[in-house]
């Protein structure tokens, strides 16, 4: 028992050293993609491409080799083949056809590492001429024939061609190497059949060409006319279409046709009837469909007109409400074998309604008002034909209306400026005439509404405007208007300014009100003035004013307001008008001067009082002669103080 569980023991100790053993490290270093026996290779060829891997290892258990192969860059492997730890492997692609053309390359996975090969570029060279089989070579218009075109050697996707001679009548895709298919012949002629095949952009060379005669459905349509190919208006038209008799029991078709028009869809067991116009003149087609073949028979039917279709004309043209204007109505050609020129009815019609009931001449006269505007037509007949002719729109036209004359902006004297002449109502084309004292300047015809008559004139005096009129005419049946006299509001420019200064220049005295007016001798209010000063470039002062001169205070002046000052003017004229320059010096108050004159006076005062003192000190009583000369400069003195003293008004 002992024994046994020291054996038992030796072998799982033996188990885990297998299973510890260390894994190999690995990296894989490269791989590389051969061709085999060429990379370009006729078609049947066994080619064999070896992928080939280098991997550097550190001995050990290795991880298992997976190998994948790729074609033209596809993510989905075209072969896989996992091997134990082996470094080359072939895949094999026995007996090649165009479809294994295209670019390969190997990849090696070995666990989280893989690393891929070159790319190759392989070429099968040759395709296999396809074949053409039909099931039948004789056929009727309308049959078909079943049509196999074969190429089973080639592999992969292929996509076959019919053609009928150089027309390709079909085309499909197929991935067993066959196409069958169903070709249908319309017309009798020798069909010569061939296919071919296209794969990877290569194109197989054509098949054999086979033979399909297809012979003619003899099913002929006959179409005849009662009572005659040519008939007249009015006459009653029959349409026969027949085919031979021996079709009647077969499936076939029978339509009548005329232009894009299927005037009967089955003329199998029955004829077409018709009384006929002018208008059913035209080539007519009898079809017989049979097998999906058209057989077709035609002929022109020709009918003559029994009356032309009637013109419609209003007369005068252009006419003017409260003047009369025809209507009449007339066919030009008739067929004189049926009928004479009297049977013919007429009818005029006003917006539907007729306005010569009774009367059958074709003529309706009338004076054009509102109540005469409208669309006109007119009916001829004659033997239950009715035609009609084209409608006309008559709209009477209006007498213009007296002018109206006006100025499109501002007059200013001695400017150019511009008139309108217009009408309230009243048709066009519309002619303006400009007169000034009676005597035409200028015409404009207006054509529409936005056509507009504008005259350009020029006055120099207010009393001009009122020379000017305008006379309009839109008919030479009528006498033409004449407008009112222009009236409108004359802008006299501003002319002779002047500036004036109260009080006058020589009398501003400072902290007094100086008034600085502004006076247009000429110009029309509203005005603007500006007022300057000389030196400065901004404006004291602007206003505008509904009269001709206007001011500006300058409040409790000092001598910094002593300067050169001048002002303008303009109204809507735009011209600006300046007036001279006027200067002018703040002088100094009155009582400002006499306060001067005493402070001087009183210190001259002191100073001769201070003087005598003064020398009366120095000198003493003992030199008489000195002291009389003291006391006759003291009484110069004296003297002259007496005439130094003014009042302040001497200022």
């Known amino acids: 028992m002992r024994a046994t569980r020291t054996c038992l023991l030796l072998l799982f100790l033996l188990f885990l050293f297998t299973c510890t053993e260390a894994q190999s490290e690995f990296i894989i270093k490269s791989v590389k993609l051969f061709v085999h026996p060429a990379k370009e290779v006729e078609r049947g060829t066994n080619l064999t491409l070896t992928c080939n891997a280098q991997v550097s290892h550190t001995g050990g258990r290795l991880p298992q080799y997976t190998y994948n192969f790729y074609k033209n860059f596809e993510r989905k492997a075209l072969h896989i083949q996992k091997m134990d730890a082996v470094e080359q492997v072939n895949f094999s692609i026995p007996n090649a056809r165009a479809f294994d053309s295209g670019i390969y390359r190997c990849e090696l996975v070995i666990e989280q590492q893989n690393l891929k090969s070159q790319t190759e570029s392989v070429k099968v060279k040759g395709l296999q001429v396809p074949e053409l089989i039909v099931d039948k070579q004789r056929v009727s218009e309308g049959e078909s024939v079943s049509a196999t075109c074969r190429a089973e050697e080639e592999k992969g996707s292929l996509q076959f061609s019919f053609k009928d001679g150089t027309n390709e009548v079909h085309r499909e895709s197929s991935e067993i190497g066959h196409v069958q298919t169903i070709l249908t012949f319309h017309s009798a002629r020798i069909a010569r059949l061939s296919c071919l095949y296209l794969i990877n952009q290569l194109e197989s060379n054509i098949s054999n060409v086979v033979t399909v005669e297809v012979q003619e459905l ?114 030009s050609d008739f067929a004189s074998e049926r009928i004479s020129r009297d049977q013919v009815k007429y009818s005029i019609l006003m917006n539907g309604q007729s306005v010569t009931l009774g009367a059958f001449n074709g003529e309706y006269n009338a004076t054009a008002s509102t109540q005469t505007n409208g669309n006109y ?32 902006d501002k007059v200013v004297l001695d400017r150019p400026f511009k008139i309108h002449c217009r009408s309230e109502y009243g048709s066009f084309p519309i002619n303006y005439t400009l007169i ?51 009236s409108a509001p004359v802008i006299v420019p501003v002319k002779k300014v002047s500036l004036v200064v109260l009080p006058g220049p020589d009398q501003v005295i400072e902290a007094t009100d100086v008034y600085l007016i502004c006076n247009a001798g000429i110009g029309t209010p509203p005005i603007s003035f500006n007022w300057y000063r000389l030196g400065s470039n901004r404006t004291l002062m602007s206003k505008t004013v509904q009269a001709n001169n206007s001011a500006h205070q300058l409040p409790k002046v000092s001598s910094k307001d002593s300067g050169t000052y001048y002002c303008e003017a303009y109204n809507n004229g735009i011209e600006h008008s300046q007036s001279d320059k006027v200067t002018f010096t703040v002088r100094m108050a009155h009582w400002k001067i006499g306060i001067i004159a005493t402070v001087c006076l009183l210190l001259l005062t002191l100073s001769v009082v201070f003087l005598l003192k003064y020398r009366s000190k120095r000198g003493g009583v003992a030199h008489f002669g000195s002291r009389k000369k003291n006391l006759t400069n003291g009484a110069q003195i004296i003297s002259l103080l007496e005439q130094a003293t003014v009042t302040p008004a001497q200022f």
Do not use: W
């Open 218 to 331: 003899d099913i002929r349509p006959t179409i005849t006319f009662q009572p005659s190919t040519e008939v007249i208006e009015g006459d009653t038209v029959q349409i026969f279409c027949r085919v031979d008799s021996k079709f009647q029991n077969s499936t076939f078709s029978l339509k009548l046709i005329k232009g894009k028009d299927l005037l009967k869809p089955d003329m199998k067991n029955s004829n077409y009837s018709k009384v006929v116009q002018a208008t059913d003149t035209g080539e007519y087609e009898c079809s017989a469909t049979m097998n999906s073949v058209i057989k077709t028979d035609a002929q022109n039917l020709t009918v003559k007109e029994l009356f032309s279709k009637p013109i419609l004309t209003i007369t005068p043209v252009g006419v003017f409400e409260g003047q009369p204007f025809t209507v009449t109505c007339k066919s």
């Open 377 to 408: 037509t007119c009916n001829a007949q004659a033997n239950n034909i009715l035609k009609q002719s084209q409608l006309q729109i008559f709209k009477a036209k209006m007498l213009v209306s007296k002018p109206i004359i006006e100025v499109v």
């Open 436 to 486: 000034r004292n009676q005597k035409p300047l200028n015409q404009i015809l207006s054509r529409h509404e936005t056509d507009h008559a504008f005259f350009s004139a020029v006055i120099s005096t207010k009393e001009e405007i009122q020379d000017y009129k305008c006379i309009s005419q839109n008919s030479q049946n009528s006498p033409p208007l004449m407008s009112d006299a222009l």
